[in-house]
C-alpha cells in the first residue's frame, strides 16, 4: 500500500477479500483468533449493494465528498504501512483511544466483558482491532472510485446499526473519529523520510480522509437505523 495502485476497479475488487488479513503469515495468525470467519465476513459486510446511504431532511449528517489533490494522495500512501505489527499497533491504539474517552464503549464488544487489563494483550480482540484498519485500507484502495468507496463505507456503517442495541450512541462516530485523527497523527512521527513540513501535512490529509470515512459510514448507520426503527 506503500504506493498507489495502478489496477483498475474490477482488479481491485476482485481481490478485495484478500485483503490485508489474508497476507499474515501462519505464525502470526496466532494473534488473530478466528481470523478466518472473520475474513469471510468481512469479505461480506464490503460487497455493497447500490442504494440511497444518506439521511433525508439531515444536512449536519450529510457526508461530504472527499477532494485530495495528487500531493496529498502521495502523502497518504508513503505514510501507510500495511504490514503486520504496523496494522495491529495501529488498530489496539485507536481503540485504546477510544475507550480512554469513552470507557462505556467497551460494552460493545463482548469480548471485553470479563477483560480488565490492556487490549492489547487480550488475543479475542485482535481481529476487531484489524477489522478497524481494514476500512482504512479499504477507503486507500479506492480512492479513484469515490461511488465504490461511498458504497462500501455506508454499508458497513449499516452492520453498525446492530450495536444500537448495546448502547452505541450517535456521538460514539464523533470519538471513533477523534481516535483515528489522534493515533495517525501519532504514527506520522514514525516516518523517517517525511520533514517536520510533510509529517504535519500528512496529519492533516489523514484527517481529511478519517472525516471522510466516519461521515459515510455513519449515514449507512442512521439510514439502517431509521429504515428499523430503532432508538438510539
Known amino acids: ?23 499474515f ?45 495528487s500531493h496529498q494522495r502521495s502523502l497518504l500512501f508513503k505514510s501507510w504501512r500495511d504490514d503486520f505489527t504496523s496494522l495491529y499497533e495501529l488498530g489496539t491504539d485507536i481503540y485504546s483511544e477510544i475507550f480512554r474517552n469513552e470507557p462505556d464503549a467497551r460494552k460493545l464488544f463482548p469480548v471485553l466483558a470479563n477483560w ?59 470519538t471513533f473519529q477523534d481516535a483515528i485523527v489522534l493515533c495517525m497523527r501519532h504514527q506520522m512521527t514514525k516516518v523517517d523520510d517525511f520533514d517536520s513540513a510533510d509529517k504535519e501535512e500528512a496529519a492533516t490529509v489523514w484527517r481529511m480522509l478519517a472525516v471522510y470515512i466516519i461521515q459515510h459510514m455513519r449515514a449507512g448507520f442512521l439510514k439502517q437505523v431509521k429504515d428499523e426503527k430503532l432508538k438510539l
Not at 11 to 19: K, R
Not at 26 to 47: C, D, H, I, W, Y
Not at 139 to 160: E, F, M, S, T, V
Open 1 to 23: 500500500m506503500g504506493q498507489r495502485s495502478s489496477r483498475s476497479e474490477n482488479g481491485c475488487e476482485s481481490n478485495m477479500s484478500m485483503s490485508i488479513g489474508c497476507r
Open 25 to 69: 503469515s501462519p505464525m502470526r495468525r496466532r494473534l488473530e483468533n478466528g481470523s478466518k470467519r472473520f475474513r469471510r465476513r468481512f469479505a461480506s459486510m464490503v460487497t455493497p449493494r447500490v442504494r440511497d446511504a444518506f439521511v433525508a431532511n439531515d444536512e449536519d449528517m450529510t457526508p461530504q465528498e472527499l477532494q485530495l489533490t
Open 116 to 174: 480488565s487489563g490492556d487490549i492489547r494483550d487480550c488475543p479475542q480482540f485482535s481481529s476487531q482491532a484489524l477489522k478497524f484498519v481494514q476500512v482504512i485500507s479499504l477507503a486507500l484502495r479506492y480512492l479513484d472510485w469515490p461511488a465504490k468507496l461511498n458504497d462500501i463505507l455506508q454499508r458497513i456503517g449499516r452492520q453498525h446499526a446492530k450495536y444500537a442495541k448495546r448502547g452505541f450512541r450517535i456521538d460514539h462516530w464523533n
